[in-house]
Every structure is written in structure tokens, then in C-alpha cells.
């Protein structure tokens, strides 16, 4: 059965930094992707970051170079790097996956493309 635990949101001010962590179980020797999106009360849930199942990163153009995605592949572990956080960033940040077939270098944006989320870690950025 496929697992994903969220960790690491908090409070942080304008400015500063945050790293959330996803742990992975259930996956076995499948190749995946995966991915980090945000929604904020009242909003869409919405893409921020994700890694194709050959290793491949891309991010949404407000995070680009701020956030950083990467994965202990050892530890079965995807994390988040958020620096230079804004008010803007607040949101509720969930970890997705999904199976992939073979290793590619598809990068998945949408959340319907995702098979598995995890439960969610709050980020807040005050002024």
C-alpha cells in the first residue's frame, strides 16, 4: 500500500526559509513521479514542483529559482527547499505520486495525474 507523510511546514517570515519532506512507502522497485502542489482556503489546488521518474525537475514560474525539489532515492524521500519565502506562499502543501511504467523524463503538472497523496503540511509566511 502506497504511503505519502508530509513534513516540515511551519511558520516562517517574509524572507525565509522552509524544507518539507515527503516520505515514500509502498512503491517497491516501480519507477515514479512525483510532485508538490499548494491550496489555499478557497482556491484551487495548484502545481508548484515536480520530478519525473528519471530525475527530471521543473517548477511554476512563481517559485523558480526560490524552490528547490529533490529526492534521497536510499531513503525513498522527496523534498521541498523554500527559500525567499513570500506571504504569497502560504498554503497547505501536499506531496503527490504516481507509477510510472518505465524511467522517462515526463514532468506531470496536473493533479489528475497524480494516483497517490499524502495528508498535507501547512506553510504560513507572515509579513
Known amino acids: 500500500q502506497v504511503q505519502l507523510v508530509e513534513s516540515g511546514g511551519g511558520l516562517a517570515q517574509t524572507g525565509g526559509s522552509l524544507r518539507l519532506s515527503c516520505v515514500a512507502s509502498?512503491?517497491?522497485?516501480?519507477?515514479?513521479?512525483m510532485g508538490w502542489f499548494r491550496q489555499a482556503p478557497g482556491t484551487a489546488r495548484d502545481w508548484v514542483a515536480a520530478m519525473s521518474s528519471g530525475g527530471r525537475t521543473d517548477y511554476e514560474d512563481s517559485v523558480k529559482g526560490r524552490f528547490t525539489i529533490s529526492k534521497d532515492s536510499a531513503k525513498n524521500i522527496l523534498y521541498l527547499q523554500m527559500n525567499s519565502l513570500k506571504p504569497d506562499d502560504t498554503a497547505m502543501y501536499y506531496c503527490a505520486a504516481r507509477v510510472a511504467s518505465r524511467v522517462s523524463a515526463t514532468i506531470f503538472r496536473s493533479s489528475s495525474s497524480y494516483e497517490y497523496w499524502g495528508q498535507g503540511t501547512q506553510v504560513t509566511v507572515s509579513l
Open positions: 509502498g512503491f517497491t522497485e516501480s519507477p515514479y513521479s
